[in-house]
């Protein structure tokens, strides 16, 4: 009886132990399994690290020039930057100018002439005396205030002249108003359209000294290429 009751206690114990065995094995093999990776994880994941394409040299720099405001500082008139011109009145030698901007507007100086694009005078480099103002006008100008307004500012040097349509060969033949003092100095005062129809006040001052043979014809002429932008 007792040699029966051992020999099913082992059995049990038997049972058992491999029981346990087969379970562990099982858990062994599931947890050594490799676990495969997602395709589209994977995919996300190259997506986003990829680079964006960058833009090319070309297009880096037409971009930086936009935005550089030294592109839009000056507007662009179209005119060539220099042009020739021929012998003038009196035997005067052609020479070739160059282009200036001022405020709104471009025009041509020559050699030995200095132009304020702040304040619109144009003068001689060696002697500053020797100048022209340049007002660009509205287009409802009064014409016949501005004749009251120039005759008031010339009165102190004179009686000025009323020269308006007589200006036939001169460079500002377009003047619908001058008026000129000749004295010491000479002053013009002159309201001029260009052929385009823009409008503008010009005030030219003469000292009629040494220097006067080289102020009075090319001054004119850079006055007379005044052209809007």
Same mark, same amino acid.
């Given at each position: 009886m007792t040699k029966s009751i051992l020999t099913t206690a082992a059995s049990v114990l038997l049972l058992s132990a491999l029981i346990l065995g087969a379970c562990s094995n099982k858990e062994t093999g599931s947890e050594a399994e490799p676990t495969a990776s997602s395709p589209a994880a994977t995919a996300v994941s190259e997506a986003t690290a990829s680079p964006e394409p960058s833009a090319s040299p070309e297009a880096t720099e037409a971009a930086q020039a936009s935005a550089s405001p030294e592109a839009s500082a000056e507007p662009s008139s179209g005119r060539p930057q220099t042009q020739s011109f021929g012998e003038q009145e009196g035997g005067v030698p052609g020479q070739e100018g160059t282009l200036a901007q001022g405020d709104g507007y471009s025009l041509y100086i020559f050699d030995g002439y200095t132009f304020d694009s702040q304040t619109g005078r144009l003068a001689l480099t060696a @002697? #500053? @005396?020797y100048y022209a103002e340049i007002e660009p006008l509205p287009s409802g100008y009064d014409l016949a205030a501005l004749k009251q307004q120039g005759q008031t500012e010339l009165a102190a040097a004179g009686k000025p002249n009323d020269y308006s349509g007589e200006l036939i060969e001169h460079p500002l033949r377009y003047a619908e108003l001058y008026l000129q003092v000749s004295g010491e100095s000479t002053e013009d005062y002159i309201v001029w359209k260009n052929e385009a129809g823009e409008a503008y006040l010009l005030r030219l001052?003469? #000292?009629n000294g040494e220097?006067? @043979?080289?102020f009075a014809p090319w001054t004119t002429v850079s006055l007379s290429t005044?052209?809007?932008n």
């Open positions: @002697d #500053p @005396d001052h003469n #000292p220097l006067s @043979d080289q005044i052209e809007g």
